[in-house]
């Protein structure tokens, strides 16, 4: 711990490190727990604590682990050598928690025998347990047995344990420049989290359209609004026609707004829709949170709760709707169509049986001309992404009409996007 503190001084991060020490690996989860609402990025000294943390269920998105890299092995070829009767010789080693692509590239470079054995952190066995006696026992048996000459390995247990039974070991410590990039890799972690964090957030507060029996009055979306806000500890911007903007952050988001799936949820017909949009700038942000109302409507799956108000909830980030274009744009070209039409597509034939549907019926859901309607099906009938399957008589005096049907390739196509796009 103290070689740590001594690089983070001399990359400026003393001030912003919370040490703590332990002398058994089994106590690093209990004591980084109580940091999780303190830091951004827990990292452990090696990579038997980080993975008891994992065991213990810490956040693995918040932890790391200092990794032992190549200068802490020639670190320690270097020392070993030097310690020898016949110096210059390296003695054969048993690694443990070192990889073994790490150890063949170290032996590599130094051009080197590929005499050394490598010990797993993981035992082979399907709870992939973590046992320090049996890491140790390993050592001893390849020491007696004359299979090494040394053992060497980055946990103090094991060291102490090997040393008091008189093995011949040493201890491969973490060289500065490991730590260093360590250190720097944490706080670039941190510089992102915090800027994520207060990314600007747009929330998009309406009714949600035939979710009421009759139309929610104005001054509800408007209460139901200043309630988010309080929430939220943010502020509306304008009062729209249609709706209520807010501006907040990434952070108070994903913080104070905790979704519930609405078919688990006590909520069967949640009168508000929020959509949420994440961007770098208002507008950017508000575009998206449009977008994200839009999905919410058609596609309800989550919702959340201000005060006594309950939201149909959905949010859009830029890499996220990123990606949803450019899977649109390849729906699109393999359909030659534009890909507005295809995001409507993806909206219309939600309310279609997908086994069998008229141009009406299409036309009806798409709010165009039936005659339109059957000029884009016979473009998809060409291209053999809908077939005809059959003929329906209409009530009325006049021509049957085709039924059509989606093929399997193209329903599964607008299945992707229908989860992707409203």
Partial sequence: MAQIERVAATVGLASSIIPRSYSDAADAPRLARPLLSLCSVILFSGRLPYRMALAADLPHDLIDYIPHGGADLFRTLAIAALRSDKVGRVPRFSFDTVTRSDVEEAYDELDLRDDYRIIPLEADDPDKTIDIDRIVATHRSMFSEGAVDCCATCIRGVFDQLSRANVHVIRIDHSRSSIRQALLKAKLRHDLTQAEASQTAVCFVSQRDGAASRPVPRRMVAKAARELAALLDSHIIREVEDGSILVATRNAIETRLKPELLSGGPRGDVRMTLGVGFGTSAEQAETLARQAQQRAIHFPERFV??????????????????????????????????????????????????????????????????????????????????????????????????????????????QATESRNP
């Fill in 305 to 414: 709760e201000a005060g006594d108000t309950a939201f149909i909830f959905e949010t859009i980030d830029p890499e996220q709707n990123r990606e949803d274009r450019q899977a649109d744009l390849g729906l699109a070209k393999e359909l030659n169509i534009s890909p507005v039409i295809v995001r409507r597509l993806a909206t219309v034939f939600r309310t279609l049986d997908p086994r069998g549907f008229t141009a009406t019926e299409l036309a009806n859901g798409y709010s165009f001309a039936p005659r339109s309607a059957r000029r884009l099906l016979k473009h998809l009938k060409e291209r053999g992404f809908v077939e005809e399957c059959g003929v329906r008589n209409n009530r009325r005096a006049g021509r049957p009409e085709a039924i059509y049907r989606m093929s399997q390739a193209y329903f599964s196509g607008l």
